[in-house]
């Protein structure tokens, strides 16, 4: 029965672990710290607009971006970072074989679902929300209440399935042999 829990305790954190890499912390902070400054705390111009607009868009790529890229340990002991290929990862050094670190349909589910929990970051943010939806009535509101819970509930179980195996930059892996 122990082995079971153990089993189960391990599940919990590997997937409390893969939901803490989904979004890449600095690309949130960055949105965080630009953000107010880019809506004008919420009273936006058209040009105030643009630019949130392109901020989200930006980060939603690196949040989507960082889910193809990956990490491996070479020959020599040094962690080697590269992006997900068809062929395996690019770019890569002579003495490895990075062939198994091929682009597979969990990333694309990853990525999908990594910029759709970006976008329910933008939405809880209040000056984005008076920025784009300055006229939101109070069952709107109640939307924007749900959603996160929704999506996260989903995105968790996308997640279970399609668990992430990939070190991307920043989490190297843990040990010489992955």
């Keep these: 029965m122990a082995k079971a829990s153990s089993t189960l305790k391990d599940k919990t954190l590997n997937g409390l672990g893969n939901l803490i890499r989904l979004l890449p912390t600095g ?37 989507g971006f960082s889910c193809f890229t990956d990490s ?33 349909v969990g990333d694309f589910v990853h990525a999908f679902f990594t910029i759709v929990v970006f976008g329910v970051v933008t939405i809880l943010d209040r000056n984005t929300v008076e920025c784009f939806f300055p006229a939101f009535e109070s069952t709107q509101k109640m939307l924007i209440m749900v959603l996160p819970p929704a999506v996260g509930a989903v995105s968790s179980g996308v997640f279970m399935v399609f668990p992430n195996k990939r070190h991307g930059i920043g989490y190297p892996p843990t040990s010489p042999d992955n």
């Design 27 to 63: 690309t949130v902070f960055m949105y965080q710290f630009l953000n107010p400054i880019l809506t004008n705390n919420g009273h936006c111009t058209i040009i105030n607009k643009y630019l949130s607009g392109i901020l989200i868009a930006l980060c939603g790529l690196s949040c």
């Design 72 to 104: 491996y340990t070479d020959k020599d002991g040094a962690t080697r970072y590269g992006i997900a290929t068809m062929k395996g990862l690019w770019p890569t050094s002579s003495s490895v074989d990075t062939s198994s670190y091929k682009i597979g």
